[in-house]
């Protein structure tokens, strides 16, 4: 249960997140390139809409199917994923925790007693790092926790175990 971290405080669901499972998820960030390949704004609508798209397409052309029916329509790099740096934009799961409009505060608890507190509308551009050269962080871990910009990516906050919103 040490790689559990529950999000509890001024939420409308309480979540317990296991970055144990996050690296087959699509979400994922490549911190090895992240903060050095220039970054470029994505509207969410509009990628939504261009997803949408490509599904209705598809399924005008070839007929409605279930992914995945063919083994080539998923790929994944099980090299990358043996090798990869991995990270987790933190604004998914408060944002699935419904945070309370009179909130304004995330408080980050770690194992040594420790806390950091930051502005709400800071930590959703947070990152949580929960692999390193494709090995779980194990040691100092769950998960470090990096700014949006990079800034401590050499000094990360570590040993995070749980997330308070206040």
Request: glycine share 6%.
């Amino acid at each position: 249960m040490e790689s559990i971290i529950p999000i509890k405080g001024k939420v409308k669901y309480k979540l317990t997140l296991d970055p144990s499972v996050w690296i087959f998820d699509d979400r994922r960030i490549d911190l090895k390139s992240y903060f050095t390949n220039p970054k470029q704004e994505e509207d969410e609508d509009l990628k939504y809409l261009f997803n949408m798209g490509k599904h209705w397409s598809r399924e005008i052309m070839e007929g409605a199917t279930f992914p995945p029916t063919l083994k080539t329509e998923r790929k994944f790099d099980r090299q990358g994923m043996k090798t990869g740096t991995f990270g987790m934009e933190i604004k998914y799961f408060l944002n699935h925790a419904e945070i309370e409009k009179d909130a304004n505060t995330i408080v980050f608890e770690c194992k040594d007693g420790s806390e950091h507190a930051f502005p709400i509308e800071e930590a959703y551009k947070f990152i949580f790092k929960y692999s390193q050269d494709g090995k779980p962080l194990t040691e100092d871990g769950p998960v470090h926790l990096i700014f949006g910009d990079g800034s401590n990516v050499d000094n990360p906050i570590k040993n995070i175990s749980a997330i308070r919103v206040e």
